[in-house]
């Protein structure tokens, strides 16, 4: 076993820059392995001097992988840190395959879960209900909360899978974040009732009450079937009622 | 600001609105402009600029109504916040409608001089709605063709072990078919312009009513889109809160 060779800074920042475009070429066959095995290539440029064990490194990067495209950051982070030990003998390469594929799944089951369903509902039903006050100012609302805290989380992720590797499970259990999805859930729920209590008090305006009411109904009538009926019929559905119903809007 | 407006005019003076060359030089600004939101929306990045909250008033911004955008951006927003791109499964795909439509909508709103009015945004969104499904077909099958790329990668890997031009290449398809339907959308703005101009005022009291329907449904999405069991009854507490307070406020019994 030899000292561990580090990969120089400027190719992990050429890593992080790549991991950003990890779902380009989206496959379903391999899903998003090319975009993980572009991102490794300046790490494996730098471990790998000799030319066999650099196209031995990059094939088995173009096995399977999917994750959710910013928690696997911390994956790329935590397999550079691999490939490093791999190059130095102090890990064999199935440590690598099996460090990708144990921690995909629960790395997508999180970021789903903060990201797409809790982080972007509460950032832009924020923006929504802000925009009376901001105007188009609403929209950098949007971005600035959302991204501040994506950019931020990514590049941490990036971070700490390099200086951690495998042990970044263990950093993530303790970052509470169930715990913060689970809030900003609660939040975007709340924000979600005051605007539809927006959308029913501007349609009764002036004294309509009866148009009022007409959202609310199909609010009410969306939260309930809307699972069962789809957007698209949904969506026909209101249009539909809508006009047949809103003659006293103008 | 003064430099803007005049450099406004002068191009309304070269390109009238609703001129076949002014058609042609925003489709092309649709197109650029969606397009790079396409890419942006799953392959590149993925900073959110693609989501109708933003893609709307940018666009519409560099057609020249940023508040026309906003005001189909931000329910389109919403009817599209459950929309999430789960392991293999696809959501419709919110960008490519809200190009086209913002496309179509704000330059017919430029060619009545009247701007976005919530009749209009309803004819646009009951006319191009289908190209969200569109979208998510022609999305699937730009992933099938990626397969190819895999190919390729895997068969180039002894010659060259960096994929990363291979890996870009799946950009491609995504901004030119987005980038064509918006640009086209441009050419859809003046049969939107006529069929609102033929609206006569009981059509377009209606058609207020159906635009307030969608924003209803969008506030339904959203309460669906925050997958909670609990979600509901958050939202129903703050929904009566917030009417609550609205009533007391306005001094109502």
Redesign the interface.
């Known amino acids: 076993m030899t000292a561990a060779r580090p990969v120089a800074k400027r190719s992990l920042l050429r890593v992080f820059f ?1 991991s ?2 990890i ?9 998003q ?3 993980f ?2 991102a490794m ?2 790490a ?2 730098d471990l790998h001097p000799d ?1 066999k064990a ?2 031995a ?3 088995r990067h ?1 096995e399977l992988f ?1 994750c959710h ?2 928690a696997a950051a911390a994956i790329v982070g935590g397999a550079v840190r691999l490939e490093e030990e791999v190059a130095s003998g102090g890990a064999t390469s199935q440590d690598v395959s099996m460090f990708k594929s144990s921690l995909a799944s629960p790395f ?1 089951a999180l970021g ?1 879960g903060f990201f ?3 982080l ?2 509460a950032a ?2 924020l ?2 209900l802000a ?1 009376p006050y901001l ?2 100012f ?2 950098a609302l ?2 600035g909360v ?2 501040s805290i ?2 931020g989380v990514r590049g941490w992720l990036f971070a700490t899978g390099y200086q951690k590797g495998a042990a970044i499970l263990e950093i993530l259990s303790r970052a509470h974040i169930p715990a913060a999805t ?1 809030g900003l ?2 939040g ?16 009764a305006e002036p004294h309509r009450p009866g ?1 009022g009411v ?3 109904v ?6 309930v079937f ?2 069962r009926v789809g ?2 019929v ?3 559905a ?13 | 600001m003064a430099l803007r407006r005049r450099a406004r005019l002068a191009c309304r003076a070269v390109f009238p609105p609703g001129g076949l060359a002014h058609l042609f030089v925003a489709g092309v600004v649709a197109a650029l402009v969606a397009g790079v939101a396409a890419v942006e929306r799953k392959g590149a990045l993925q900073l959110m600029l693609s989501r109708p909250l933003v893609l709307g008033p940018l666009l519409g911004w560099a057609l020249g109504d940023a508040q026309g955008g906003l005001v189909i951006g931000i329910p389109l927003e919403l009817l599209f916040l459950g929309g999430v791109n789960l392991g293999g499964s696809l959501p419709d795909n919110e960008t490519l409608l809200a190009g086209a439509m913002t496309t179509a909508a704000v330059l017919a709103g430029e060619a009545r001089g009247t701007g976005v009015d919530p009749p209009l945004a309803a004819l646009a969104l009951l006319s191009l709605f289908p190209l969200a499904l569109v979208g998510r077909h022609l999305e699937r099958r730009t992933e099938d063709r990626n397969d190819a790329l895999f190919e390729l990668a895997f068969a180039r890997v002894e010659r060259d072990p960096d994929p990363f031009p291979i890996n870009l290449r799946g950009l491609v398809l995504p901004f030119v078919a987005t980038a064509v339907i918006c640009f086209a959308a441009a050419f859809f703005s003046p049969i939107l312009a006529a069929a609102r101009s033929s609206c006569s005022l009981p059509v377009a009291s209606a058609l207020t009513g159906s635009w307030h329907a969608v924003w209803a449904l969008a506030a339904a999405t959203a309460i669906r889109a925050v997958r909670d069991r609990r979600a509901p009854l958050f939202a129903l507490a703050s929904f009566a809160a917030t009417l609550v307070a609205a009533l007391l406020l306005s001094g109502r019994p």
Do not use: T
Request: with cysteine.
């Open positions: 790549r950003l475009f779902q380009a070429a989206w496959n379903p066959r391999g899903m392995n090319l975009g095995a572009s290539a300046p494996l440029a030319r650099r196209i490194a990059a094939r173009l999917n495209p910013y997508a789903d797409w369903l809790a972007r509902p832009a039903l923006a929504a925009q105007g188009l609403c929209v949007f971005l959302y991204d994506h950019l689970r859930k609660m975007a729920a709340i924000l979600a009732g005051a605007l539809a209590a927006r959308g029913v008090l501007l349609a148009n007409l959202v609310a199909v609010i009410v009538a969306g939260v809307l699972p957007l698209p949904a969506l026909y209101a249009l539909a009622l809508g006009l047949a119903l809103g003659g006293g809007f103008l």
